[in-house]
Every structure is written in C-alpha cells, then in structure tokens.
C-alpha cells in the first residue's frame, strides 16, 4: 500500500512534464516575427502542434494581402482586429494598432462606438497611462488657422480633396475657439491617448497599449521563469523552466555589479595614493637637492636699488609754458601714467637718453628704479647735471 502514493506522485510528475512541454512553447507568424507564448496561443492552418492558451488570449496570422508580412491579429469581442505589434510579457502589455495603418480612419468611420470600448468583455484594460478622451474629426481648408497650428492627419485624405485636411480636436477644450467655425464636422470618437493637455490628437501614429491581469506572471517573468498550465484539463498555472543551477541573470547582474564598482573604486584609490606617495617622494627628494645646493654654493643677492633724493634732484625740470610747448611735440604722453601733458607742469629729463616725464611720476619711479622707464638704460651717477631750472617760454 505504501507504494501507492509514490506511483500516484510518479504519474503526476509525468502527465506534468509531458503538459509542461506542450503548453508553453514559443511560436511565430514569421520566422523571425513576434514571439508567441502563454498566455497567448497562435491559430495557424496546417499546425500539428496546438498551443493551449488562457481564455481569451486567442490569436491569429494575418495576411500577406493587408500586411507586408504575416502579423499576429487580435481579436475583441464585438469589435475589428488589430495587429500586434509588441508583447511585455514581464509587464503584461500588449501594443496594438490597425491593420491598415490608419487608426484616425477606424475611430472617424466608427459611429457605433464599436473600435475601442468594449475591452470590458475582454482580459484587457487600457494601459494605466492612457485615458480615453473624446475627440471631434473637422475637415478645415489647408489654409486655416487650425492647418497652421497643427499638421493635418497623413493618412487621411477627406474626400479626396487636396485643399482641405483633416484634424482631430478636443470635443470639450477649456477654452473657446472661435477659428473651428471654418471647419466642417465629421464625427466623434472617444480615443485613448497619453497626454490629455494637448487640444489636437497628434500621436496618432502611436501604438496602443493594453494590459492583463489575470493570469499574473509577472513574478515568473521577472525570474526568468515561463508561465504555463500545471494539466491539459485545468486553469491552474505555474512557473516552468527556472534557472535550477546557480543564481538566476538580475542576481547575477547584481553580484557583479557589486562586485566589480568597489574593485574598479580600489584600483582608482590604490593608484592615486601610489601616485601621490611618488609625487610626494619626488617633492621631498628636490627640496633636499634644493637645500643641499644652496648651502654648498650660495649665491650673492642681487639687490635692485633706486636713486636717493638728492641724487633725483640733480636731474634737470622743466616748466612747461601756457602755451603746453614740449622739446618733442611728437612726445606728448608721459609713459608713466599715460596722460597727456598740460600747460604749466613740471617736466624732469633723464639725461643719458633725454627722455622726460612728470615730474612726480619719474621721481617715484627713480626711488625704486635706477633706470629709465623706457630704455631701460642706467645713468651714470658720476655724471654732473645742471643746477638751473630752464623754463619752456610762455606765449
């Protein structure tokens, strides 16, 4: 008796492996197209393999005929088909959009509200991002103020005519418009979009994303598991095909992470006090060559003396007259404080190269520096000056 339990648990553990096998392989329209799993399953003509998927998650191919390849079609219940362009199985979201790459032309065409609002009879819900708002269709003259504002829908073409163009605006905006009585009503529809602030519908391009909730495998997507049912005859399901040795990629990813940044930190820290133990040796070693050479072989100071007073005086001044004549008309800026010299100032001349200057400005100068301000050359202090203040005659 005791050996019944473990053939009951034996054939179990096989019907399960066996189920496990068969309902949750991957599947495609193309050889490269979409990838197709649980809680999807794929309709195709000619499959041996049928995919068991969860109650209304139902989808087929599409043909070459309305797609330029075979697309992945989802079906609503009382409502058209749409293509699917992305799957997040870890998110849960399905991307949808038209068949014929004109959703504006489904939601201006629908007048039984038929396109988009009857997911309450479906597993979807429209993406927690996304609101419905209801919008109005007008077919405004291209040369209106609502062409100008905001680019025409491209893939609508209202009654073939090339000199009006169709927009899709806010049926209730916060505030008036008064331009719109320029352009003609189409329809209505309620669609769902991302950004409720804008007044026109520009995203029209956009996919639309829907979510699941049940069943929730969003835990086993984030391990890196696959969703499936647990038997052939029940909804119950589980997690397959879990990484079994070592860590699962995120814990991995993690441990790597965490791993490599405080090595690469060390390296960087190791190698900058490597480095400033260098620089600092270096320092240490020029300093010691710097003290060692100064004391073996001192070298004289060289000190930069100026002229004492008397000795300043000795240098012959000049007065200018009313009339502002210099000796050079042509050198008429003293090049101490760069001003132009004026009627009745005093002038003192360095007489090794004749260059003069204000008289206050060179004497400050001549305390602190024997030469002159502009060639630099050293006067002779045996030289005699003359003791007479000649003056520039007045006129």
């Not at 189920?19 to 392989?25: I, N, R, V, Y």
């Not at 669609?191 to 069943?215: A, E, M, R």
Request: hydrophobic share 30%; aromatic share 12%.
């Amino acid at each position: 008796m005791s050996t019944l339990p473990s053939l009951i648990s034996l054939f179990i553990l096989i019907s399960t492996t066996k189920s496990d096998k068969f309902t949750h392989e991957t599947t495609s329209c193309e050889t490269f197209g979409l990838p197709i799993r649980f809680p999807f399953s794929l309709n195709q003509l000619n499959q041996t393999n049928i995919l068991y998927s969860y109650p209304g998650f139902e989808l087929s191919c599409s043909n070459r005929t309305t797609t330029t390849f075979s697309e992945p079609l989802l079906t609503l219940p009382k409502s058209v088909d749409f293509v699917v362009k992305r799957i997040s199985y870890v998110d849960q979201t399905i991307w949808v959009n038209d068949p014929e790459k004109c959703l504006p032309k489904r939601f201006m065409f629908d007048h039984n509200n038929s396109f988009m609002l009857n997911l309450k009879d479906s597993p979807f819900r429209l993406s927690d991002y996304y609101t419905f708002v209801n919008f109005t269709f007008l077919n405004c003259p291209s040369n209106s103020i609502v062409s100008s504002i905001v680019p025409p829908i491209s893939c609508l073409n209202y009654d073939n005519n090339v000199n009006n163009s169709v927009v899709a605006m806010m049926s209730d905006p916060p505030f008036g418009t008064p331009w719109r009585s320029s352009c003609e009503y189409i329809s209505s529809a309620y669609i769902p979009v991302k950004d409720t602030n804008w007044l026109f519908w520009s995203d029209y391009d956009s996919n639309i994303p829907l979510q699941w909730d049940n069943p929730d495998c969003r835990n086993c997507e984030a391990r890196g598991g696959r969703c499936g049912f647990l038997a052939d005859y029940s909804f119950r399901i589980s997690c397959f095909d879990l990484p079994t040795q070592g860590l699962s990629r995120k814990v991995k990813y993690g441990l790597s992470m965490g791993l490599v940044i405080p090595g690469v930190l060390g390296i960087l820290v190791l190698t900058w006090m490597l480095c400033n133990k260098k620089n600092r040796g270096d320092e240490v070693q020029r300093q010691t060559g710097t003290e060692f050479s100064t004391f073996t072989m001192p070298h004289p100071p060289i000190l930069v003396m100026g002229l004492d007073g008397p000795t300043i005086e000795r240098y012959p001044k000049t007065q200018l007259g009313e009339s502002g004549r210099l000796p050079r008309p042509n050198d008429n800026i003293c090049s101490i404080c760069l001003c132009e010299y004026q009627p009745n100032e005093v002038l003192r001349t360095i007489p090794e190269c004749n260059h003069y200057f204000h008289a206050n400005c060179i004497d400050g100068w001549l305390k602190t520096n024997a030469t002159c301000p502009l060639c630099r050359n050293l006067p002779e202090r045996s030289t005699s000056f003359p003791s007479v203040l000649p003056l520039s005659p007045t006129s």
